[in-house]
């Protein structure tokens, strides 16, 4: 039997391109599908027309979005500000690495209009805020993220929407459900849910 060298032309999406001799092959990768929470938040400019805008770049880019929670209306959390800021928790199912799913969501923070400024410390208003709450059951530390996000037991904002779509969804490190994580949470500033939701039905897709 004559082993000939395998070499790789290239992957583009899930196909893995090869050849062996002269003969050209392509193999389809399998991915494995997550679940990801994303919480979206923003207090400046038209925030309904953002999120929307935003559900259809992560639809298109990041994964498949199957459910969004009701809008929210919340205090400024960490600093002042005249806007409040309008929060929503989008549920998709995404083949992306934790990594790439971050790099999609930052660049679609800044096409949204986000100006992000690495010198200036602490919170500001913005735009756009996409921030990845959970990835499956999956406790992730590198340089570039932290999942489940280090700062989502604190926060009503990002709970109580998290609790109308999951609510006992176990958090993999404190093993607490979101229901639990919100009777536990010491913030105290005001989260009103928006009851006349004007989210697009094209943000939700549901093939």
């Known amino acids: ?45 038209d925030k309904n027309g953002i ?11 990041c994964g498949r979005v199957v459910q969004v929670s009701a809008p929210y209306e919340s205090e400024p959390w960490g600093f002042e500000a ?5 929060n929503r928790v989008i549920v998709i199912e995404t083949a992306l690495d934790p990594e790439a ?7 679609i923070e800044y096409e949204l209009g986000r100006d992000r400024h690495p010198e ?9 805020d996409l921030d990845i709450l959970y990835y499956g059951d999956k406790i992730i530390v590198t340089d570039m993220l932290t999942v489940p996000h280090p700062r989502l037991h604190q926060r009503r904002f990002a709970l109580l929407p998290m609790c109308e779509v999951t609510p006992n969804l176990v958090h993999p490190a404190f093993r607490l459900t979101q229901s639990e994580l919100l009777a536990r949470c010491p913030d105290t500033l005001v989260v009103r849910r928006i009851e006349n939701d004007q989210t697009e039905e094209t943000c939700i897709t549901t093939t």
């Open 120 to 128: 200036k410390k602490g919170y500001a208003s913005r735009t756009a």
């Open 51 to 61: 999120f929307n805008q935003a559900c259809l770049y992560i639809n298109n880019r």
């Open 82 to 86: 005249e806007e409040w800021f309008l």
């Open 101 to 107: 799913l971050m790099k999609q969501l930052l660049e």
């Open 1 to 45: 039997m004559v082993i000939e060298l395998v070499k790789i032309l290239g992957c583009k999406s899930n196909i893995l391109f090869f050849y062996i001799g002269d003969k050209t092959l392509y193999l389809q990768k399998i991915s494995t599908v997550e679940t990801c929470y994303i919480l979206f938040g923003s207090n400046m400019g």
